[in-house]
């Protein structure tokens, strides 16, 4: 291996040996740590340098010496450039061993946790076309991928599609996406092609200029079809001729809506829904549960992941049947509703009051009598009043976001001291640093990762602690 020198912007014959918390490979050299985009550890590569500080580097491939017997050929014609799917040139065996690699990783090295007992990653069983909700957006500013320009012709620019990298203007205009299930695609391209035929503004995201801003598509194990249409504008004729042409041309739509979004940002939570066609909602499945998905509701993307993931949740659990469990970081209740009928209470809290208000329809619905749901942030709500109004919880569930558990609400877990706590996380380092300020009374006693978004490096983690008997 060639030695790194501050003028070199070319290395050679350099071994990528391992996946980095982001996604990117690893390799190492004498003065630096590598991180190389579209490598796979097991290559061995020829790269070139475009970022460099001082103890560490960014390149990219300029030549694959040797590939790694971990690699294969990515399936989708946009890899590379959009930025979903980035793990499709490494095999599913390979993703789901880096995957539970970096969750050992995390959880020894920030946690100090035991691993010895880690049970195998649960796979997938869809690696493709498993999410049940896509976004889409429009743009004017096309991003074209190589190759796309020739000569002197003339392009269009408009584009629907994904985001670029780092890119936030700029939209690759998607022709198939492995994903979502059709109709999507079906839906995605006959939406551009109507809009483009008949004139109809694309989106300029710096000027928030031009009438088309995002198409939204949400789909259910029950067959239902969602369809949401986000307008920057009121323009009744440009609104009528478009929904009118995606009901006719997609009759089995469930839910036809639009929404008029005239803020700088494209969420969609303060702004009303309007329907065009059908119900406000489609229905998602589950162990004979129903539950309501409206446009702005919470639900795990991967819908036959998501009931896996839950019956590990209940497995870990050991339920009896006279537990109050508190479900806390709650969403819509799902988690909670599922439960319900193996325990005698669960309480659930969540941030989101919208997601508390769909969390009490679910039970509802489902004829679930022994669910409590309360909306606040989590540390304000779960005080000491709270819970002598409630209860000392048996068993704490709690799904945190991405940043884990407020310093507080661990220390009030431990002053709870529930028999368990079943912490399911979507961020193994976040989950480590929680796991180990509760080590001060509790125990890990089972792991086992679950892969919800296969052919991303993200992974979801279950973990088991029990409270030491003192």
């Given amino acids: 291996m060639k030695k790194v020198r501050s003028e070199l912007q070319t290395l050679e014959n350099i071994q990528v040996i391992d996946i980095a918390e982001e996604g990117k490979a690893v390799a190492k050299t004498d003065d630096f740590v590598l991180f190389i985009e579209k490598a796979v550890p097991g290559d061995l590569v020829d790269v070139e340098i475009y970022r460099k500080k001082r103890n560490y580097a960014e390149a990219r491939i300029k030549s694959l010496v040797k590939p790694s017997e971990h690699r294969t050929d990515p399936f989708c014609i946009h890899f590379g450039t959009c930025g979903g799917c980035k793990w499709q040139h490494m095999t599913y065996e390979a993703q789901l061993h880096f995957k539970q690699k970096s969750v050992v990783d995390a959880l020894t090295r920030i946690g100090k946790i035991d691993v010895t007992g880690i049970e195998p990653i649960l796979a997938s069983v869809e690696t493709r076309y498993y999410r049940n909700k896509l ?8 991003w074209f991928m190589d190759g796309d320009m020739r000569g002197d012709e003339t392009y269009n620019m408009n584009a629907l599609g994904f985001h670029i990298p780092g890119r936030f203007d700029k939209i690759l205009d998607i022709e198939h ?7 999507s695609n079906d839906i995605r391209n006959a939406v551009r092609e109507y809009a483009l035929e008949n004139n109809l503004s694309f989106y300029n995201l710096r000027n928030h200029e031009g009438a088309l801003r995002n198409l939204i598509i949400r789909t259910s194990t029950t067959g239902e079809l969602m369809v949401i249409m986000v307008f920057a504008y009121v323009d009744q004729d440009q609104i009528q001729s478009l929904m009118s042409f995606v009901q ?65 949740t209940r497995d870990f659990a050991e339920f009896k049947g006279h537990e109050l469990v508190y479900d806390l970081y709650t969403g819509a209740g799902t988690i909670a509703n599922f439960i319900a009928k193996s325990v005698k209470e669960v309480i659930g809290v969540e941030y989101v009051p919208t997601a508390i208000d769909d969390a009490k329809i679910n039970s509802d619905l489902n004829n679930i009598t022994n669910t409590k749901f309360y909306a606040g942030d989590m540390k304000d ?47 193994a380092a976040t989950q480590a640093r929680d796991i180990a300020l509760l080590s001060e009374k509790y125990d890990v006693t089972r792991i086992k990762p679950v892969d919800m978004f296969p052919h991303t490096q993200h992974v979801e983690n279950v973990a088991l602690l029990v409270l030491r008997a003192v």
């Fill in 135 to 142: 976004e889409f957006t429009f743009s004017d500013k096309r």
């Fill in 177 to 183: 996406c492995h994903l979502q299930a059709d109709p």
């Fill in 248 to 312: 006719a041309k997609f009759p089995q739509i469930t839910s036809l809506l639009y929404i008029i979004n005239e803020k700088k940002n494209d969420t969609i939570f303060d702004q009303d829904i309007h329907v065009f066609a059908g119900r406000d909602h489609i229905f998602e499945s589950m162990e004979g549960l129903q539950f309501k998905i409206g446009a702005k509701s919470f639900y795990q993307t991967n819908s036959d992941q998501a009931h896996e993931l839950y019956k590990i």
């Fill in 381 to 427: 709500v779960l005080v000491p009043a709270f819970i002598a109004e409630h209860g000392k919880p048996d068993v704490v569930i709690t799904d945190p976001p991405r940043a884990g558990m407020h310093a507080d609400v661990v220390q009030r877990l431990l002053e709870m001291e529930a028999g368990k706590i079943v912490y399911v996380s979507c961020n």
